[in-house]
């Protein structure tokens, strides 16, 4: 699974910086400033639990017999991204409202990988 996290830390960053030039220089006349800040709002999300991603997989290389709370914070995070800023770059980009009622899902992903990380530094040797 590292090598899955790693991956998708670095997909998820890269595509998270080509999302935030797409908004500014395309978007930025095609979508009202509501529009654009959430999507804008799901582009931040994005690049900051890829990043978290990234710490996963570097706690993964620095710690013995990795527990499984690293294993939730990486889903958690992954989970996240997917549901969390899709949803908001879908709601952002379409205007279906509906779609805004999943993102709380994602933010829960979010909260279960930031907390797993937590249980990780409690019983880190």
């Known amino acids: 699974m590292v ?9 998820l960053a890269g595509l998270g910086v080509a999302g935030g030039a797409f908004a500014r ?3 930025k006349n095609r979508l009202s400033d509501h529009a654009l800040d959430i999507f804008e709002t799901g ?3 994005q690049m900051y639990h890829s990043l978290a991603l990234l710490l996963v997989v570097l706690l993964f290389t620095v710690q ?11 889903y958690g995070f992954l989970v996240g991204i997917l549901i969390f800023s899709g949803s908001l770059y879908a709601l952002s980009l379409t205007g279906i409202k509906w779609l805004g009622v999943i993102t709380p ?20 040797k």
């Open 3 to 11: 090598k899955v996290f790693m991956m998708a830390g670095t997909v």
């Open 25 to 27: 220089h395309s978007l």
């Open 43 to 45: 582009i931040k999300y």
């Open 64 to 74: 013995e017999n990795s527990p499984s709370s690293l294993l939730w914070a990486g």
């Open 105 to 124: 899902i994602g933010g829960l992903a979010f909260i279960v990988g930031w907390g797993s990380l937590v249980i990780n530094a409690y019983y880190w």
